[in-house]
């Protein structure tokens, strides 16, 4: 089920790895469960949840001045049918039990 904008700007999370320092927005855009940890691209380690407590310092940029919401990395989405068709058979299993996939946040 997509949500609509408002609920999607409460969606927002942010996962932190604690060995490279990089934090990596999330947005989910429908609902359904999503991991406690993801892999760091930076550093090859991972990256643990924030439980949707995104500090400010996660949420806005304010290097020009003025606070604007920073753009995610990723999203959490529910997969169309032929996706999920093309999934594994544990990641169906996933998608069937409520989970959501994560993909690279493209605007």
Known sequence: MKMNK???KEKRNAYFCQ???RAYITVDIDEGTTPMIIHCDA???YAISMMYN???VF???FSG???TEMTPDFEF???GQAEYAGLLPSQQEHVDNGGLLMRKREI
């Open 6 to 8: 408002e609920e999607r």
């Open 19 to 21: 060995k490279c320092r």
């Open 43 to 45: 550093c090859g380690s």
């Open 77 to 79: 989405y529910k997969p």
């Open 54 to 56: 995104v500090p400010g």
């Open 59 to 61: 949420r806005f940029d």
């Open 65 to 67: 001045g003025l606070p």
